[in-house]
């Protein structure tokens, strides 16, 4: 059927390496890693030391301290990063358009670290008089989209998604399709995640899915490297406003890339383990490239999920050699979690922010710290220095817990008139 084109005009992060495009980039391209021993409490007990936490991040440069007292941190990086994309967008979203935008945010801890964590070790010496009375604001994930529509004003359809470590991609299918079926004519769509709080950390200690490196901490995310042993966490937002094409060219706005297709699959198989043979993974480019109208050989750059974890990146890259076979050798894939490390719903929005600005600055970002190479793991993942490359279109994948494949394809803007996409 017959529909709308979708670009997307504005960029904003709050990210471990720099808030803000312009810091987060060129951190990147640096091939500078934001992983470092943690600052936000002792990490003694635990058997991981390290994280990539934002630093010199202040709420009240984006909201007032009132408000800032009444959220959470996931809530305080949603605002930011949505304010810094509407900014980048230049869109003035009041009037009539503030009927015709949507929001949707998505996190997987939501407040489990400042407002669960804190506010019950209060109940539980002082009674609940001590509990601040919007403590139970921040409980729900929608707070973040919430928090976000009130900030602008938004009129549209305000969602919140959580499909774990997927999330990031997942907003941005809501989005294109939101506006793709003319519902909306712009979506504010974005994920952020604080998970860098005792317990939660605990919790995935004791689950095993992090790093036990003891080297230098710059040097402890190494995906695809032979001696990666677990993710480093990491946390922060990110935020990219979706606009139907023939508005933003009507009103002259910057576009940075056009979203082409997406789809998603789930192994069904495990909440932990992952299919080493990338079946669900196979499944889901396949059909976001045949939803983008393209054929595998126009995949110009994978920026992939690369988390780390011995089992999943060997399942990644054995899912790419099925898809594009002998010609994935001459694909650059890089993960930018080497590092930032692992935001959980945060990071495939930085996969998006960072594809986005790949795209318009022809430039592919590293994967750091891969100095010995897993057999297993033999692709091209753009080791240790960033690419030069003239991107035509780039494919983000992303995994959450339970088996769950998330792909998007985005594409350079090339417009030669205002047509109406085709969905393939």
């Known amino acids: 059927m017959n529909g709308r084109r979708v670009v997307i005009t504005g960029l904003g992060v709050v990210a471990p390496n720099g808030i803000g495009k312009e810091e987060f980039w060129e951190n990147l391209i640096g091939g500078k890693s934001a992983v470092d021993y943690i600052t936000a409490f002792d990490p003694t007990p635990f058997p991981c030391k390290v994280a990539a936490e934002v630093k010199n991040f202040k709420p009240t440069d984006f909201v007032s301290s009132r408000s800032a007292k009444m959220m959470g941190r996931f809530s305080q990086f949603a605002v ?7 900014a980048d967008s230049d869109i003035g979203l009041n009037g009539g358009l503030a009927e015709e935008t949507s929001v949707c945010f998505g996190n997987s801890v939501n407040g489990a670290g400042d407002i669960y964590e804190y ?3 209060d109940f539980l010496s002082k009674g609940f008089q001590a509990i601040p009375s919007w403590t139970t604001d921040e409980y729900t994930p929608h707070a973040a989209a919430s928090h976000v529509a009130i900030e602008f004003g938004i009129k549209g359809q305000v969602m919140t998604l959580s499909s774990a470590c997927s999330t990031g991609v997942d907003v941005v299918q809501w989005g294109y399709d939101k506006i793709f079926s003319g519902q909306s004519k712009v979506v504010i769509a974005g994920s952020s995640e604080a998970p860098i709080f005792p317990y939660a950390f605990a919790g995935l200690c004791s689950r095993g899915v992090l790093t036990k490196w003891d080297g230098h901490p710059a040097q402890a995310s190494r995906p695809y490297d032979l001696k990666r042993d677990g993710f480093v966490l990491g946390e922060g937002g990110g935020c990219v406003v979706l606009e139907d094409l023939e508005h933003a060219l009507d009103r002259g706005a910057h576009i940075y890339a056009e979203v082409l297709g997406s789809a998603s699959a789930n192994e069904s198989g495990h909440m932990r383990k992952v299919d080493l043979n990338g079946t ?7 059909l976001a490239i045949h939803k983008a109208g393209l054929s595998r050989e126009d995949i110009d750059y994978i920026n992939a999920h690369g988390n780390a974890m011995p089992d999943y990146d060997v399942a990644e890259t054995t899912a790419f050699k099925q ?3 002998d010609r994935i050798y001459h694909i650059p894939v890089s993960s930018i979690k080497s590092m930032i490390g692992q935001s959980l719903a945060a990071s495939p929005m930085f996969q998006v922010v960072s594809s986005s600005l790949a795209i318009h600055e022809s430039i592919i970002p590293p994967t750091i710290n891969y100095e010995y190479p897993d057999p297993h ?3 091209d993942y753009v080791p240790n220095e960033s690419r030069s490359s ?12 339970g088996g769950t494949h998330s792909v998007l394809i985005l594409g350079r803007p090339e417009f030669s008139s ?3 996409a085709q969905w393939i």
């Open 323 to 325: 898809v594009f076979g």
């Open 418 to 420: 205002k047509v109406t």
């Open 377 to 379: 793991c033999d692709l």
């Open 119 to 121: 506010t019950h070790l």
């Open 80 to 86: 930011a990063a949505a304010k810094l994309a509407v």
């Open 280 to 286: 669900a993974l196979c499944q889901a480019i396949d």
């Open 390 to 401: 003239r991107i035509r279109n780039i494919l983000i994948n992303a995994h959450g817990m």
